[in-house]
């Protein structure tokens, strides 16, 4: 039984809970009110306040805090593109952004403003230059993320800040993923963080917003949090919040060059004992903990049921998981694999044993899927020199399974169109020659779904 | 010690914190994902509300979970809002509401809506068939609390509700004072209510959008609760609201009835006690556990330390307490006297002897009070046939005083000018006049402040 998915929820240090345990009876009451209880659920409000402000590197009065990460940056963003509706409506973010930045962009164009996708190389980081070069003189606010939550490429976020600075642009840091870690550098303005991704409790994100950032907080006034939060404060929650970021931080050197050993390990690993697997995202600029690779002819969801059974929790960004029909954005903007995606994402503490036990189950669960998938037989038809793959109405990994069984049947230099109306396959066939060194010529629309052509080249 | 102010926040409840440690360990793990503990806390979070829309009356698909009442409260409005767009932008809401309604209100009319406030009787009550000659062509959302925060009396919600029906606007309830009590009568659209109420966790409110009821959600899109409230689930603390919810509805029959004793103790013996007393709300339709009075001559600030100072928590509407420097907008649409307001409000459990205690204390320090403040000398100059007070500068409860001081001093017949720039004075002084059989003469623009006209009468 080991959970590798800290990158979606970090079990509850213990510091947390002894943290709530300790606050439920002191925390509970409104810290607006006069009565003792009401001043003493203040005192802690005000003690986490400093606690977290020191771990972030703000000063107190610039943090607030949320209900999660997802609030802190929607009222993050809201906020400062309200404060600077002046100068302008035009938001920059980068294609990799948690779903979180990316649905307030799409709020904020669809109330009128522009936005701009700034694009990621094949490990998902932007460049700072081009990230600078989608200023504007009508930016309201840029976004990045301080390392990305599906393939854990850390991002250029000093540089990008500087070129944000100079150009008189806030930048909001999605810190979600790297809070644990140490605080972010550069001279950023605006911050979010969640504090379950740290081992803090559910319930509580934090919004930092630097003196001399104009903010004008989106949605109905409130009192509580300095007009930034609505809502009562949980303050028990944030207690264990800020209390377990504190303890994280303690351990935060040690703990990372241990699990980024366990992470190479990984990477270097996987490729050499299953085959046709693409590890993505930066070897080396990366969170310490998290590791993305792809399979292909398997399907996300089987993958993530067997290895769940074999005792280990994962997650996936496939198209083929119950929860989603489009493939990932980010490995769609990274331009790599999607199908048979797999993140491992290892908490605090991990044992070295779960990682070995893990990479000896892994080949076995794939080739499990592999042959389950591979039992299918293709529906090859000759046309002219080439081949059609009718591929429609099957979902990935399926087009790919297919094409891979047919491409030996034409000569070098012919073409195989696959047919396939799953929007998976569109990254994934182009992605399926760039590893196996085939030429991808591009698709066509058919009357229904979409014909890939790929060229026989080897 | 009595913490009397549970209308602010309830005190934890024994299961709510039991439920709380024993779903830390279950509940953390992000309910979307595919693995074990994913899937364990999805079934958390599925029994929970099932649990609570049992007890709010309701379906589990119409009921989501958000971080807050005030978070509910500003979903449900903006969402059903937006829903009914095309229908026309009217809002009604009662003058007494929470501020989390009336804010919601607020920025509805900011962008462009338009809003009505019905009034309220004396008690604190609306009138159903004024509410009803509120409904227009063009309305799209109404609002009526279950029950008042600062003074407890029930709202007639079913015959309301009724007249929305029929006129096929929505109702949104507020129930947050109430929802611990039993369930909302009547056919309303939605509801609202805040776990922290009825000894829940901080961090929980309930949305329940009926089906049927248009509703469109505000914000950027979140695949969370039905896309009605974004971010991360908070389970353990979901889990202990449901679990509490149900253990005070177990007890709630008795609870309110003994509870109900209590606080009509107060009502009778309060004024008895205590001279110049207004007990305010209604005495027979309101909520079991809370009862509001007001003193003059006392100030709202000073009278709350005391009272903490001799071990009893309780909380004002006046405007002189440091959070605050308006007079509470509930007590100012009643029409009654705000000046030493004292909310009491009974958590479950609240000890007959703490009862007791209080109103052996509360003559002492209400006298202690107003002795400290009458030591000040009225500055009465005679002006015709009638008298100036100059009170300006002076905050409540010092422009009453001076008033009551000097009335004697002019003949029967004559007028008063009190002088003031204190927003309480607009509200005390009527109500002064009502309590001691004065004329009120109205208001007159100075240069500074303003003169309010006071008839000697008797």
């Known amino acids: 039984m080991a959970y590798l998915d800290a990158a979606s929820a970090a079990p509850l240090h213990p510091v947390a809970r002894q943290a709530l345990l300790a606050s439920l009876d ?19 409000l005000d003690a986490a306040r400093e606690a977290a402000a020191e771990a972030v590197g703000c000063r107190a009065d610039e943090l607030v805090f949320t209900s999660s990460g997802t609030r802190a940056v929607h009222a993050g963003m809201a906020g400062a593109l309200a404060g600077r509706r002046r100068v302008g409506r035009h938001l920059i973010v980068s294609a990799v952004e948690h779903s979180s930045v990316l649905h307030a962009g799409e709020l904020h164009e669809r109330e009128g403003g522009t936005a701009d996708r700034v694009a990621v190389d094949r490990t998902g980081a932007v460049d700072p230059a081009a990230y600078a070069a989608a200023l504007r003189a009508d930016t309201a606010l840029a976004c990045l993320q301080s390392a990305n939550h599906e393939v854990g490429t850390e991002q250029p976020v000093a540089e990008v800040a500087g070129a944000c600075r100079a150009a ?33 409790p559910s319930g509580v994100g934090l919004l930092v917003v630097r003196k001399g950032t104009r903010f004008s907080p989106a949605g109905p006034a409130d009192e509580r949090e300095s007009g930034r939060a609505a809502g009562f404060e949980n303050i028990p929650a944030i207690v264990a919040a800020a209390a377990s970021l504190r303890a994280v931080r303690a351990q935060a050197a040690q703990e990372a060059a241990r699990l980024r050993e366990l992470t190479d390990r990984i990477r270097t690993r996987v490729p050499a004992l299953v085959e046709d697997v693409e590890v993505v995202g930066d070897p080396v600029r990366r969170l310490p903990g998290t590791v993305t690779f792809s399979c292909l002819y398997v399907d996300g969801e089987t993958v993530l049921h067997e290895l769940d059974r074999a005792g280990f929790s994962v997650s996936s960004g496939s198209s083929c998981t119950s929860s989603t029909l489009t493939p990932s954005h980010v490995l769609k903007a990274m331009g790599v694999l999607s199908e048979g995606n797999v993140r491992v994402s290892l908490p605090a503490g991990t044992a070295e044993a779960d990682v070995e036990r893990f990479l000896e189950v892994l080949p076995g669960v794939v080739a499990a899927v592999r042959e389950k998938l591979g039992a299918r037989r293709p529906q090859a038809v000759a046309e002219g020199d080439g081949l059609v ?18 491409i030996g049947n034409v000569p070098v230099g012919s073409t195989v169109r696959v047919l396939a109306d799953d929007e998976a396959a569109r990254l994934d066939i182009p992605a399926w020659c760039e590893m196996r060194g085939q030429e991808y010529a591009g698709e066509e629309r058919e009357e229904r779904g979409t014909a890939y052509l790929v060229r026989r080249v080897r």
Do not use: F, M, N
């Not at 793959?389 to 891979?404: H, M, N, Q, S």
């Open 26 to 44: 002191e925390g509970w009451a409104d810290p607006a009110r006069l009565h003792r209880e009401g001043r003493r659920a203040r005192l802690l």
């Open 168 to 200: 008189g642009v806030p930048l909001l840091v999605d810190a979600a993923q790297s809070l644990a870690w140490g605080p972010v550098e550069g001279d950023w303005s605006l911050l979010t963080g969640s504090a379950h991704k740290w081992g803090g």
């Open 389 to 406: 793959v009718d591929a429609l109405g099957k979902l990935c990994p399926i087009p790919v399974i297919e094409l891979a069984k047919v």
